[in-house]
């Protein structure tokens, strides 16, 4: 019992802290968020809706200049200003920008914030364990090499749910008549949007994957739903 209890005090400071974040974000959400009213998105939105067989979908703009776009926890969804005036600048469409509000509904409808809370307490208790066994082994470095290791593994969870949101925006999207090519020609924008950030970072470390492997991923998607000729 107490060789397990470690673990389970760093799993509930995991959990503890998560909950904290998700408190915190819902709290700048309330105050810098508002309801979006654009005419042109409000009718994708319908189509999405119907496509769903819900009632509507909800956008909130929230006033930061980053171009983004986020699911709370709280299943809100939300664009920035920073992405909404690119739309309103010509740089973005309403289809791809649509596309974006597909991906962050598909990230409520799959329970990724509910997985997230889950491997972020599970990440906390084996960055315990690897620090402990290899500082042991590497006595100086061994509490970064498991820092490195969890983050890898953290990495790598945050791809396998893009790729999932991915999958379920295409699958949207084409229900609702808008199609894939957006979403797609979308990702070929994003580096120029975001001005490349995440450009030097090993793959390995990314929490998004790389803009080509998606583009792949969503063209395989389209090959197995016989969507291309």
Known sequence: ?????????VTLYGYLTFRFSAWSTKRMLNEKSTPLADPTLGEMNKDMARAL?????????FEVEQVNGLAAPDG???????????????????EELASVIAHELGHVALGHSRRRMIDFSGQNAIRVVLASILGRIIPFAGAMLANMLT?????????RDEYEADAYASALLTKAGIGTAPQKSLFQKLDKLSKGAGAG????????????????????NEAKWGLTQ
């Open 76 to 94: 809100r969804i939300f664009i920035t200003r920073g992405f909404y005036n690119k739309y309103k600048e010509g740089a973005v469409t309403a």
């Open 201 to 220: 970072t090993p793959a390995w470390l990314l929490s998004h994957p790389k803009t080509h492997e998606r583009i792949a991923a969503i063209e395989e």
């Open 1 to 9: 019992m107490f060789k397990i209890l470690p673990l389970l005090l």
């Open 53 to 61: 067989d819900v009632p509507r979908i909800k956008v909130h703009l």
């Open 151 to 159: 983050t890898m593994l953290a990495a790598k969870l945050s791809r």
